[in-house]
């Protein structure tokens, strides 16, 4: 069965014996099998050769059907290798948003495209393969560190281990590990910091190099060095995929090539860090506060 199960699936699983009370973009990492009705359509075709183009058409989403709208005709149109940062306050939507594209909830008016593919239209599997999560709190399961990284594409050398985790700037860290590749992880290997989990994370991403990369920006305080890693690892790729990061640091958002504002009324700002600061607005006062975002 393990080839046939895609690897969103996969970690789902994993993520779901995971601790209780996971932030946000985890949270609906476990929910998928919550939803039964989210399945391929009869005619669904698979989503291939993706550039990366994301549009938001009218989008309004509810958790519940009586529920509260958390989303309200959002529109939003990312372009290909575009990297955008999404800041706003806690329970405006960031993650609900991110969360939709793959599908992990249906829209519940509206549609979101992919390159011009409405994501109802594509199978799930080929929809989520094209695009890689990066969650705030990484879960590991027992095994390697290259088996955590690999895990997203099982038959990957081990060359190829190793360049994901160079560009996830993870093999410094990896090689000072007591066995380094080799050493054991999950709760009864070695502990490792929020940040080099989550550099973990971003090289089993770059394994299976999506064309569409979601990033939660951990909020908890990262020692420097990871912090700078994320970061680094991110500019890097910048222009090769589209990025949409969850930003809870000034840095990521002033390197951003543009700024959404989400808050309870939708997207109330977007534009560059400059354009946005000209403005005066929301993104202005809360850099001016020198509030982390
Ligand atoms: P944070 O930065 O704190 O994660 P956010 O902007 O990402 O916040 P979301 O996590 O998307 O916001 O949450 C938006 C709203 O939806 C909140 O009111 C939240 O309580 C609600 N919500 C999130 N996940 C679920 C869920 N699985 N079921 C029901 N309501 C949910």
């Not at 946000?24 to 993706?50: C, N, S, Y």
């Not at 840095?251 to 946005?276: C, F, K, M, N, Y």
């Amino acid at each position: 069965v393990g080839v046939l199960v895609d690897p969103v699936q996969r970690f789902v699983n994993f993520a779901r014996v995971a601790q209780e009370g996971l932030p946000g973009f985890t949270r609906f990492m476990q929910i998928m099998d919550l939803q039964p009705e989210i399945a391929d359509a009869p005619h669904a075709t698979p989503l291939t050769g993706v550039r990366g183009r994301i549009e938001f058409r009218d989008v309004s989403f509810a958790y519940a059907e009586d529920g509260e709208h958390v989303l309200r005709g959002l529109n939003l149109r990312v372009q290909p290798g575009e990297t955008v940062a999404l800041v706003g306050p806690s329970g405006a939507g960031k993650s609900t948003l991110c969360a939709l594209i793959p599908r992990f909830y249906e829209v519940t008016a509206g549609s979101i495209l992919i390159d011009g593919h409405d994501v109802r239209d594509v199978t799930l599997a080929s929809l989520r393969r094209q695009i890689g999560v990066v969650p705030q709190d990484v879960y590991l399961f027992a095994g390697s560190v290259a088996d955590n990284i690999r895990y997203g594409r099982p038959d990957a050398t081990d060359a190829e281990v190793e360049a994901a985790a160079r560009r996830a700037h993870a093999h410094d860290f990896i090689r000072a590990l007591p066995l380094g590749y080799d050493t054991e992880v999950g709760q009864r290997g070695v502990m490792l910091s929020g940040g080099q989990r989550q550099r973990l994370s971003l090289a089993r991403a770059f394994l299976t190099d999506p064309p569409i990369l979601l990033l939660d920006e951990a909020t908890s305080a990262l020692d420097t060095g990871s912090e700078r890693a994320v970061q680094a690892a991110l500019e890097t790729l910048r222009g090769h995929r589209t990025q949409l990061v969850i930003a809870h640091r000034l840095s990521t958002v002033r390197t951003a090539d543009r700024i959404v504002v989400l808050t309870e009324d939708g997207i109330v700002e977007d534009g560059t860090h400059a354009q946005l600061l000209a403005r005066g607005g929301a993104y202005a006062q809360l850099y001016d506060s020198g509030q982390a975002v």
